[in-house]
Nanobody, 123 residues
Framework: HVQLVESGGGTVQPGGSLRLSCTAP????????MNWYRQVRGKKREWVSS???????NYADFVKGRFTISKDEPKDTVYLLMNSLQPEDTAMYSC??????????????????WGQGTQVTVS
């Protein structure tokens, strides 16, 4: 049973925009952080952005000024708005939290929990 679902990926031309969504039913925004990562096949996964329980955000240098992470708590969703996309942004984007789902609730976990990913292609 998938507990963390990404969506919003697709193919866009250079300079275009996409908004990714990461939906986690019953997510505990007051307990859990959420991160976005990306990975190109055959290359190392890299961290992109995070949003903490207090709403503070952080970004990797290569997306600063172009990407914006936000959350909509009533919708149990974290977004990643990606502007000025370039071919080097092409990757599988995944969200990851520092919590684990159990019995419909989310608890802090050392291992965390990943979504299945959504592909972004800039071409």
């Amino acid at each position: 049973h998938v507990q963390l679902v990404e969506s919003g990926g697709g193919t866009v031309q250079p300079g275009g925009s996409l908004r990714l969504s990461c939906t986690a039913p019953g997510f505990a925004f007051n307990t859990c952080d959420m991160n976005w990562y990306r990975q190109v096949r055959g290359k190392k996964r890299e961290w992109v952005s995070s949003i903490s329980t207090d709403g503070s955000t952080n970004y990797a240098d290569f997306v600063k000024g172009r990407f914006t992470i936000s959350k909509d708590e009533p919708k149990d969703t974290v977004y990643l708005l990606m502007n000025s996309l370039q071919p080097e942004d092409t990757a599988m984007y995944s969200c990851k939290t520092n919590c684990m789902p159990l019995g419909g609730y989310w608890f802090l976990s050392d291992s965390g929990y990943w979504g299945q990913g959504t592909q972004v292609t800039v071409s």
